[in-house]
């Protein structure tokens, strides 16, 4: 149904089988609004439930799978955003071979050390 690659890119921080069972839940409560809206399409205009359920079904699971995914994509970001300074003054730090003052110095503006010349 849905590769294991697709699950693992929609969040690092879950495992496998959570993220199937979020996916699961949302297919079981998709399908439950999906048929009380088929009944009712079945009522109002006398055609076949299955006929109204598969397409209302797939609509309201594919958002709502859509609208997950999306979720977990904006909490990665954001994570990563946190992530960032600290992980690039690492890096600038081992690529000049130089002590954390100097770069801290050159990345970062503080007054103390505007002040010392």
């Known amino acids: 149904m849905i590769s294991n690659k697709l699950l693992e890119e929609a969040n690092a921080e879950l495992s496998r089988a959570k993220i199937k069972r979020i996916i699961r839940k949302r297919v079981c ?11 009712i399409l079945y009522k109002m205009t006398h055609i076949f439930v299955s006929i109204s359920i598969i397409p209302v079904g797939g609509l309201i699971g594919f958002f709502s799978l859509m609208f997950e995914l999306l979720l977990q994509r904006n909490r990665r ?11 690039s003054t690492v890096l600038a730090m081992g690529a000049n071979h130089v002590p954390p003052f100097s770069v801290l110095k050159n990345l970062i503006e503080l007054h103390a050390f505007s002040q010392t010349k």
């Open 29 to 39: 409560f998709s399908l439950a609004i999906s048929t009380i809206i088929g009944f």
């Open 77 to 87: 970001e954001t994570l990563v955003e946190k992530e960032l300074p600290f992980v």
